[in-house]
């Protein structure tokens, strides 16, 4: 039907890929990634939540307050080591989309069908949020070893993006 639409002139075709009704999700996954990094994987509403939180200088909220909260019964160890892996989630989140930022960018810019760009951004978008989620709540030492093939497995995606785009410009 949709080439039907074309070939009458009802709706073009998508240059770059002779596609039409692909949708480009890049964009999509790179606001998410943006709130993912900095808003949902911030271990500020876990401090918020455990009332460790304090506006005047919240980076070192952990540092100052942490050790006194566990003392004083405020929090668990458990909880302060929780907060801290979230805290860790987050500064590796917000390092890592740079990497997938330009990634994406590249295989977008240069021509890479959407479908590809869609498929390797959505790989990306998997690993990234299970390597959060097993940052945050795995605390077992050798279990949390699958947090660096998750890890890898998100930078694959992006080197898979790169990949393509190389493709593209040497064609």
């Known amino acids: 039907m949709a080439s039907l639409a074309v070939s009458l002139g009802l709706r073009a075709a998508d240059p770059l890929t002779n596609l039409v009704g692909i949708p480009n999700y890049a964009p999509a996954y ?3 990634h943006f709130v993912w990094a900095y808003g949902i994987l ?5 401090k918020q939540w455990y009332k460790l939180d304090h506006q005047e200088s919240p ?15 405020k ?3 458990r909880q302060l080591n929780m907060m801290q892996r979230c805290e860790s989630a987050s500064a590796n989140s917000v390092e890592n989309y740079t990497f997938f930022l330009g990634a994406i ?6 021509g890479v069908d959407r ?23 795995i605390e077992d030492r050798k279990v949390a ?24 410009l040497n064609a």
């Open 30 to 32: 790179l606001a998410f």
């Open 42 to 46: 911030s271990s500020r509403t876990l």
């Open 59 to 73: 980076r070192y909220d952990l540092v100052k307050y942490g050790e006194a909260a566990v003392k004083s019964g």
């Open 75 to 77: 929090i668990t160890k």
């Open 105 to 110: 960018g590249f295989a977008t810019f240069s």
């Open 115 to 137: 479908q590809t760009v869609n498929y390797w951004g959505l790989m990306y978008t998997a690993a990234r949020i299970a390597y959060g989620a097993a940052y945050v709540l």
């Open 145 to 168: 070893l699958v947090r660096g093939l998750l890890w890898w497995a998100g930078n694959a995606a992006c080197f898979a993006l790169l990949w393509a785009a190389g493709g593209k």
